[in-house]
Structure formats: C-alpha cells, structure tokens
T-cell receptor, first 109, second 113 residues
Framework: QKEVEQNSGPLSVPEGAIASLNCTYS??????FFWYRQYSGKSPELIMS????GDKEDGRFTAQLNKASQYVSLLIRDSQPSDSATYLC?????????FGQGTELSVKP | NAGVTQTPKFQVLKTGQSMTLQCAQD?????MYWYRQDPGMGLRLIYY???????DKGEVPNGYNVSRLNKREFSLRLESAAPSQTSVYFC????????????FGPGTRLTVL
C-alpha cells in the first residue's frame, strides 16, 4: 500500500463548479499536510497547508483534514479553466514530504 | 533572491555515463531534498539532507549518491546512468522555521539512452 494515495483522474468539471480532490495516508503519526498545484512542465507550487482537524479556507480553496479517518481533501469553488493542473497531496512524515501520485484536474469552459 | 536553482535544465546521457545534478538555495534553509517525477507516479523522494553534513535515503535511493557540500548546495550524482533513470528531477528546500513550505527548483529533464 502506497503511503499517500490519490485518485489519479483525470477529474473533469465544468467552469464554475466545485472540484473535490481527495487523499488518504497511512501513517497515523503524520502532523502536517499540504496541497501543491503543478502545471504541465512546471515545478510544484504550494497552495494550501493544514495541520489541525477541520476546515481551512483560503479564497476559493478549502482544505479539510480528518486525522481519525486519515483523510485530507481539497475543494476548489467556482472552478476556472486556469485551475486545470495536477494537484499533489503531500504528507510530512518524520521531516520528509511524501507525495501522492497526483490528480489531474480539467476545468471545461 | 533566486530561491532554488538547478543545473542543467536538460541533459541526455548514454547508458553507463555519469553526471552530477547541481542544486543551490539562497533562503538559508536547513533541509534540502531530491525527488524524481515519472508519469503517473507523483514525486518520489530519492535522498534528503536535514542539515549541513547529514544525508539520508528516501524511497528510491538505488543508483544515486548525494553530497551536501554546504548549507546552500546539495548535489545528486548518477555514477552509471540507466534508462530507468530517465525522469524529471526536482530539488527542494524546506523552511522549517517560518512558513513550513517546501520550495522547488525548476527541475532537470534527464534522458538516458
């Protein structure tokens, strides 16, 4: 079992809809969780970090963490074509960031 | 302030050749990392360095060596390149004291023939 798992997609949503991206992790001791966005041919860039159970909102992005279920998600409201990218979930395990395989999101105009 | 820089951007090697990928950061971060990214595989950790003078293996260390030359620089060496090492390589540094964000370099696209 991979330590951090994501649905690889592609996930396709219409412009203006809510995109929901999910991630599960295996290490119960993990404390820090991150969502990165990666455009094709570019390096990953951090869009959200979350450390406590519950929701964290930043503009159109909301990260949700449930440590009991070992589950972290990212919601993108009012999705735009510019949101089309691969979204990588990452979990800090003992000072190392372990990444999921990424979910490709496509927002159709 | 250049952030994380990597050289070269592109490289083509023949099987058995050796090369070193260079990485430098100017943000005074203690921790630095090397990842490889293959289609559908996400980012896989090769080696990391929690501080100057220390290095540790990640998920996929076989076929690679690293050197933490000083606080700024962390290099990745392929002693005898294999086609399975064709990949995009990213270096990153980690801000443990402030934003706790990992900053990535622009990547090196390596092809081994």
């Amino acid at each position: 079992q991979k330590e951090v798992e994501q649905n690889s997609g592609p996930l396709s949503v219409p412009e203006g809809a809510i995109a929901s991206l999910n991630c599960t992790y295996s290490d119960r001791g993990s404390q820090s969780f991150f969502w990165y966005r990666q455009y094709s041919g570019k390096s990953p860039e951090l869009i959200m970090s979350i450390y406590s159970n519950g929701d964290k909102e930043d503009g159109r992005f909301t990260a949700q963490l449930n440590k009991a279920s070992q589950y972290v998600s990212l919601l993108i409201r009012d999705s735009q074509p510019s949101d089309s990218a691969t979204y990588l979930c990452a979990v800090n395990q003992g000072g190392k960031l372990i990444f999921g395989q990424g979910t490709e999101l496509s927002v159709k105009p | 302030n250049a952030g994380v820089t990597q050289t070269p951007k592109f490289q083509v090697l023949k099987t058995g050749q050796s090369m070193t990928l260079q990485c430098a950061q100017d943000m005074n971060h203690n921790s630095m990392y090397w990842y490889r990214q293959d289609p559908g595989m996400g980012l896989r950790l090769i080696y990391y360095s929690a501080s100057e003078g220390t290095t540790d293996k990640g998920e996929v260390p076989n076929g690679y060596n690293v050197s933490r030359l000083n606080k700024r620089e962390f290099s990745l060496r392929l002693e005898s390149a294999a086609p399975s090492q064709t990949s995009v390589y990213f270096c990153a540094s980690f801000d443990s004291g402030g934003s706790r964000e990992q900053f990535f370099g622009p990547g090196t696209r390596l092809t081994v023939l």
